[in-house]
């Protein structure tokens, strides 16, 4: 099935067809102007043009045809020549039966026998995740939602950083804590322990001090550096020390997405491209990519018409050593290969790195790496507190994603200690809502903002069970569930509807699904989602407020508004499943 403004543009356009004009100019959209009209057509003013007509009389003739159409209620010209539409009650109807019986609710299948991997997350290895991380986190993890629905074949590959420096940093770090450890012997020829043997907290605790450190001494940094290169070519010792510190990291990681309900297909990191590189860079020379620039290799990827530097990426540095941008040159070769049906390739990280990413893809496209692919990067800016300063805790520390996710939590816990929860809930249900309450919260918050926005991170705000928020949302579903439930009756299936003035507006809405849809997928915008389940969830508090439903003495429209109050739920338990949300039974 198809949305119903897909449905109006094709008999639109045909009645565009039937005056010589092109069908495509009979687009239907939904109106902006919701007093006057349900849709419009704004396609005579074009068809005129083209024609070299008067648009209101290009106007007048669609019209003519269309008014006679019993599938619109009515039909009228407006302005120079729009074209005002509404539909008649009984086609709504009709539409949204097929809207009940359809299981995806007439969302196309626009990415089937296609891959799509999705690139966020990006945490470092041995480094606290930080607010940022919630960005790329809520964003990667609902475009891959999205994608899955519409049919790709879509994974989430976290590609840890796990093969800079910082690893050197960190190996010289403990090389100096624990010099006895088998580690750091380079006659060591046993077995080393399959346990780590640091605490995470340690690990944590000892990057900050490694990098300051090689920051304030030049030798230190050298240590670092050589610790780095060692690691790079595979000495046991340091190869060992680091899966731990892989290990202990990616335990740390799954502790802290998990109660978000984020995962990942793939937990590849940089340093899993490290032995593509030779092959890699011999192609490029084979291709004549790769140029020396003062002793280094890099790959030139400027283009005429630029209105900025775009520098060559840097492929080898003069000492031989590869790049952020090698690793993510070589990434799309290893995921082009390993993945035969890929089409797509999707990044999300902060908007500062436009610029890697630009220099990353011109190179893959000189290189010939990824020609039939969608190479895309989504950035995001930066979360700041409600002074307008990026976000920190109370000792203006920086504020790591665990303590986010705790203050959040907190205040969940005490927003639901004021609301009038049932005396039956027991602790279980009660942690569980809260889990949910607080996921919501800061989901909502995240997606709701354009990526390359900044935005303040307000936990009273985001965690009101009033405006635009997540809570709110979700407490409008459960009180659709709790009022089916009271019903009991099966509103599942197809029911047929009895629009009456009152149902209408809530009616209409709930045909625009693919169209939303269609544009968050399109524009790679969860913000189009979270308008949509925002829109959802205040229309059926209006109409719940404004007409009876279960006391509804009419017994076909009592019927029918039940059955509207359960498409409204798939509705909003969808959108929220494609935010990553999810609805407790109760609250
Ligand atoms: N680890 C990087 C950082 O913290 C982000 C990685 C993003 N993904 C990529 N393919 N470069 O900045």
Known sequence: MTSLTQKLSVIVGEAFEAQDLPRELGAVRVSDRPDLCQFQCNGAMGAAKQAKKNPREVAQGIVDVLAADDRFGSVEIAGPGFINLKVSDSYLQAHLSDVQDNIRMGIAMSGGGQTAVLDYGGMNVAKAMHVGHLRSLAIGDCLKRMMRFAGYEALGDIHLGDWGLQMGQIISEFAIRYPQWPYFDANFEGEYSADAPFEYSELEEVYPLASQACKDDEARLELARVATAELQNGRRGYVALWRHFIALSIADIRRNIEPLGIDFEIWKGESDVNDLIPEISDDLKSKG?????????????????????????????????????????????????????????????DIRQNLHFEQVFRAAERAGYADDITLKHIGHGTINGTDGKPFKTREGKAMTFRDMVVACREKADARLAEANLDDDIDQDELDDIAAKVTCAALKFAELSNQAHMDYVFDLDRMTSFEGKTGPYVLYQAVRIQSLLKKAGVDTDGRIDLNITDADRSLALLLTELPDHFDMALKHYSPYVLCDYAYKIAQEFSSFYGNCHILSEEDEA??????????????QLVLVLELLGIEVPARM
């Open 289 to 349: 990519v790769l140029e020396e620039s003062n002793g280094a290799q890099v790959i030139a990827v400027e283009r005429e018409g630029d209105n900025k530097d775009v520098p060559p990426l840097m492929f080898f540095k003069s000492n031989g050593a590869a790049t952020y941008g090698t690793t993510d040159l070589a990434t799309i070769y290893d995921r082009v290969k390993t993945y035969p049906a890929l089409t797509h390739l999707v990044y999300e990280t």
């Open 557 to 570: 429209i009592r019927t029918s508004r039940l059955a509207l109050c359960a498409l409204t739920h798939r």
